[in-house]
């Protein structure tokens, strides 16, 4: 089947983006190395949160098809690559997934196509790690095919940003580049932002991030001190964000998670680092307090029971909400885990809800989530709040809960309940 768009990489980015291409009325192809993926989805079954079961089907039914094979990619028109890119040990970024695309692609590759890449990765990669790679098949990038860098901006669970409404930003390996992958995305897309090149692309996917990133630590940092000082965080957070300039509200939580936020600003760090030879101080200072966040809500839990006369050996501790964003089943880097785990180096008996997750597992051991949250309310010796989904209701835990941590500011002001 010819396509005019073969997809690499079927998970939380590239599904997506099929969808969107194939509600467009394009010819898509979707290829994965996972066969269980491929299966299901060609069996009408989602893997992950958005698209659903239903979308998948439609999806099917307009044409769409998943597959493993590489030589399908040969009949496409453009091809864009949406595979993971995590961290290796020494917090720069894994490309092999990248690399191994983009060797599929380049074994198939024929003059006319539009190659994207919209993995997240550090600033250079398309045109020194990608453009050889390509460019081994014997043809030119720029002149006998296409070359890209689009990073994705998807946010799942988001019900007011998409794919078709959020600027999508596309910077070429050449103008001409640049305006081949604007005209394929502006099929979908209503806005394009034409970047000067792959590199100035590249960075602002990491610029975003690192953004957030830092305003997070920010909050994550006065969390302690106000606590300290009796100081209503909350609240300092609410007044200011009544200024309408100058000001954006962040919020503080257990840690941060997702692939997003946790991961990107350590590939630009790691690109200063590797080819400047000095630190980006903000985004290690940030990972620093980020990271230490899990280890002080255990503190904050031992303390609170033992503000009581109870210590947290052998206390039941509930968890509740353990995504690492509200309203969707997404695991990914979610600081639940490692609460869960400090606490239970602590003493405590852990036990969880999560609306969105049946079954969660710490390493070796899997927990089930808990049948009648009431019960498990009334009867933990602490509510532990980690995410706010909108199936928790803040007054009934309040209400029902024996003491809670609330680290997501859902619950309102009771003596049982502590804010972090």
Not at 144 to 160: C, I
Not at 286 to 315: C, F, S, W
Not at 354 to 364: A, F, H, Q
């Amino acid at each position: 089947m010819s396509a005019d768009l073969a997809v690499i990489g079927l998970g939380y980015v590239g599904l997506p983006l099929a969808q969107a291409a194939v509600g467009e009325g394009m010819r898509v192809l979707g290829l994965d190395v996972d066969e269980t993926v491929v299966r299901r989805l060609n069996g009408g079954h989602s893997h992950v949160d958005d698209p659903t079961d239903a979308d998948v089907d439609t999806m099917l039914a307009h044409g769409f098809r998943a597959t493993s094979d590489e030589r399908d990619l040969a009949d496409a028109d453009v091809v864009v690559v949406c595979v993971p890119t995590p961290l290796t040990e020494d917090a720069g970024p894994d490309l092999r997934a990248v690399q191994d695309a983009m060797r599929m692609v380049a074994r198939q590759l024929r003059p006319g196509i539009l190659v994207v890449l919209e993995s997240t990765t550090y600033p250079g990669t398309t045109d020194e790690v990608i453009l050889p790679l390509l460019e081994e098949s014997g043809l030119a990038a720029g002149r006998d095919f296409n070359l890209a860098f689009s990073p994705e901006r998807t946010d799942p669970g988001n019900s007011a940003f998409g794919i078709h409404n959020t600027p999508k930003v596309v910077g070429g390996l050449t103008p001409d580049c640049t305006d081949r992958a604007a005209s394929f995305y502006g099929r979908f897309v209503d806005t394009i932002v034409r970047a000067r090149g792959t590199r100035e692309a590249e960075t602002a996917k990491l610029l975003e991030n690192t953004y957030r990133h830092v305003n997070i630590a920010l909050v994550n940092e006065m969390t302690r001190f106000c606590h300290d000082l009796g100081i209503d965080l909350w609240d300092v957070i609410e007044c200011a964000a009544t200024k309408p300039f100058g000001f954006q509200p962040f919020y503080p939580g257990p840690g941060v998670g997702g692939h997003c936020i946790p991961i990107d600003p350590n590939y630009l760090s790691h690109n200063v680092r590797a080819k400047l030879g000095y630190p980006f101080r903000f985004v290690e200072l940030a990972q620093e307090i980020n990271a230490t966040m899990p280890d002080y809500v255990a503190r904050r839990a031992q303390d609170l029971l033992n503000d009581h006369g109870q210590a947290i050996k052998h206390a039941t501790v509930l968890l509740l909400g353990v995504t690492y964003k509200p309203d969707i089943a997404d695991q990914r880097e979610s600081p639940a885990v490692a609460v869960a785990r400090r606490l239970r180096a602590l003493g405590a008996t852990v036990r969880y809800h999560d609306p969105y997750v049946p079954r969660w597992s710490l390493g070796d051991d899997t927990l089930t989530c808990v049948d009648d949250l009431d019960t498990a309310l009334q009867t933990a010796d602490l509510t532990v709040l980690l995410q706010g989904h909108a199936d928790y209701d803040g007054e009934t835990i309040a209400a029902k809960a024996i003491r809670v941590l609330d680290t997501r500011g859902i619950t309102p002001r009771a003596p049982t309940v502590e804010h972090m």
